[in-house]
Structures are given as structure tokens and as C-alpha cells.
């Protein structure tokens, strides 16, 4: 959720948009309404089986062959608390009534641009705003 990736696309027969998941697409606008999402379920699945392969790969790979890795409870407990307030913040805005849920995602798409979405940062923003800005001819 804090670590993905922008996509600026054309949608074919219909609006262009900025839709985000890594290595998936997983989350764009949804075309019928505005300030809603439409979540591809096949998508997001298996992006979430990547991280978690990658990251219990790493951690596997640390605790084995370069040091055991130990983390004091106070840590642990801030981290899960951080965790569940983020998938808690996220399934909120998820399910709000306008958002619509697919299996996978059935649109053909143009990718124009592609970009990391990082905390506090807005660049895919940006970058799609700069790409409607009408440049006058010279």
C-alpha cells in the first residue's frame, strides 16, 4: 500500500487514468462514477503472494546466512499496530459504496507512462496533469 506503482494509461474505448499495482495493475478509476475505485481481485491476489514470497525470501536468506535477525516486542507490537491501522485505512476507503469489485481487469490498455508511488508523494499527479496541459505550437 505505501510502495506501488503508477501507471498513466490510455484505456481503450475509454478514458485515459492512473491506475497503480506492482507487477499487476490491481486498482484504477472506475469509469462510471467519479472519486471511485475499481479493485481487480486476481490482480491483487497475486501481487499480495509476490511481496510476501520476496520478503519472507529475503528474510529467510538474512536469518540463515548473515545473522539471526532479532527484534525486541516493543518493535514488534509498534510494527503490527502500524500494519493494521494501514490495511484497516485502506479496507475503509476500499468498500465504500461507490467502489466496485472485479475478478480481473476486462479493459484494454495504452501504457503511456509508469512511475513509483512512494508516501506523501504525488509525481503520477502531476505527470498525468502534465500530460493534458495543451502545448502551444511553435
Known amino acids: 500500500m505505501l510502495f506501488s506503482k503508477w501507471w498513466i494509461v490510455d484505456v481503450i474505448d475509454g478514458t485515459d487514468g492512473v491506475m497503480y499495482?506492482?507487477?499487476f495493475i490491481y486498482k484504477a478509476p472506475a469509469f462510471y462514477t467519479s472519486l471511485?475505485?475499481?479493485?481487480?481481485?486476481?490482480?491483487?491476489?497475486?501481487?499480495?503472494?509476490?511481496y510476501f514470497v520476496v520478503?519472507?525470501?529475503i528474510i529467510y536468506l538474512i536469518n540463515n546466512f548473515l545473522f539471526v535477525i532479532k527484534i525486541r516486542k516493543i518493535v514488534s507490537v509498534i510494527l503490527f499496530i502500524a500494519a493494521f491501522l494501514l490495511i484497516s485505512l485502506e479496507l475503509l476507503f476500499a468498500f465504500m459504496p461507490d467502489n466496485k469489485f472485479s475478478l480481473k481487469r476486462d479493459d484494454d490498455i495504452k501504457i503511456k507512462q509508469t512511475g513509483f508511488k512512494f508516501p506523501f508523494?504525488?509525481?503520477?499527479r502531476k505527470e498525468f496533469d502534465n500530460s493534458h496541459i495543451k502545448k502551444p505550437k511553435v
Open 21 to 23: 499495482g506492482f507487477p
Open 55 to 57: 520478503i519472507f525470501g
Open 36 to 50: 471511485a475505485e475499481e479493485y481487480f481481485t486476481l490482480e491483487l491476489i497475486a501481487d499480495l503472494i509476490i
Open 121 to 124: 508523494n504525488n509525481s503520477d
